[in-house]
């Protein structure tokens, strides 16, 4: 087992202003959610994400991107991702999914999956799809809110990945009818697709009509904007490897 693998990350740092604390474990009265790079890191992201769909209150601790399992994580070289990590009333989740699924049996009123039977079904099939693959787009295309590169070559094997992606939007606006992939409302579906929005955004990727107006949705999101304020006040990580670690 590697040393990545099987190391926690280091002691969560305070946030000042986010709700967060400098203590490494929760009481089971509160709710925390440990995260990353909010500049760097999409799993963040998307757990946050997640949990603000929840309704379910939380704070936030950002553990140290110096810490050798986090950096690697950020860095794309890890075999494990640890982070996020949820703590819940004596939970432990550091998988997106499973902190997915374990918040719409905790809370199912939020609505975390669509209502209907087969629009629920495809939305766990995407979700699951994103979790597991396109790792080409990742690695060519990591996230990085600071960046912006006008005219960047997005090379064969990540644009397959993105041509699949805007199928699959495509396909949810069409079946279920937007501006949401699952309606008139958000769905975990969203907070994982969100990054590759802001991936697009930094990396000067056209979009057709369609998805262009599914990546308004998602940048006029509060939830959206409010991630991207708060990476922009984030102190700079030394990770450089991250600045333009991609294919050309």
């Given at each position: 087992?590697?040393?990545?693998?099987?190391?926690?990350?280091?002691?969560?740092?305070?946030?000042?202003?986010?709700?967060?604390?400098?203590?490494?474990?929760?009481?089971?009265?509160?709710?925390?959610?440990?995260?990353?790079?909010?500049?760097?890191?999409?799993?963040?992201?998307?757990?946050?994400?997640?949990?603000?769909?929840?309704?379910?209150?939380?704070?936030?601790?950002?553990?140290?991107?110096?810490?050798?399992?986090?950096?690697?994580?950020?860095?794309?070289?890890?075999?494990?991702?640890?982070?996020?990590?949820?703590?819940?009333?004596?939970?432990?989740?550091?998988?997106?999914?499973?902190?997915?699924?374990?918040?719409?049996?905790?809370?199912?009123?939020?609505?975390?999956?669509?209502?209907?039977?087969?629009?629920?079904?495809?939305?766990?099939?995407?979700?699951?799809?994103?979790?597991?693959?396109?790792?080409?787009?990742?690695?060519?295309?990591?996230?990085?809110?600071?960046?912006?590169?006008?005219?960047?070559?997005?090379?064969s094997a990540a644009r397959a990945d993105l041509e699949r992606i805007f199928s699959i939007w495509r396909g949810c606006l069409e079946g279920w009818g937007?501006?949401?992939?699952?309606?008139?409302?958000?769905?975990?579906?969203?907070?994982?697709?969100?990054?590759?929005?802001?991936?697009?955004?930094?990396?000067?990727?056209?979009?057709?009509?369609?998805?262009?107006?599914?990546?308004?949705?998602?940048?006029?999101?509060?939830d959206i904007q409010e991630w991207i304020a708060a990476a922009r006040q984030e102190p700079e990580a030394r990770i450089t490897e991250l600045e333009f670690d991609s294919e050309f």
């Open positions: 087992m590697s040393e990545t693998r099987r190391r926690r990350p280091a002691r969560p740092q305070s946030e000042p202003g986010a709700g967060t604390t400098p203590e490494a474990e929760a009481p089971a009265s509160r709710t925390v959610l440990r995260i990353s790079s909010r500049n760097y890191s999409s799993w963040s992201l998307r757990g946050w994400l997640i949990l603000r769909l929840s309704g379910l209150p939380f704070e936030t601790q950002l553990v140290s991107p110096e810490d050798p399992a986090t950096r690697a994580e950020l860095l794309l070289q890890s075999s494990s991702i640890l982070l996020p990590c949820l703590l819940h009333d004596g939970a432990e989740l550091w998988d997106t999914l499973a902190i997915a699924e374990y918040l719409n049996e905790q809370l199912p009123e939020a609505g975390l999956l669509p209502e209907e039977r087969l629009a629920r079904a495809r939305c766990r099939a995407i979700c699951g799809e994103m979790h597991a693959g396109f790792h080409a787009l990742r690695s060519s295309l990591p996230m990085n809110l600071r960046a912006h590169v006008p005219g960047f070559t997005v090379w937007g501006p949401w992939l699952f309606g008139t409302r958000p769905t975990i579906a969203d907070a994982m697709y969100a990054p590759v929005v802001l991936r697009c955004r930094s990396y000067d990727v056209s979009l057709d009509a369609s998805c262009e107006a599914y990546a308004q949705t998602i940048l006029g999101w509060p």
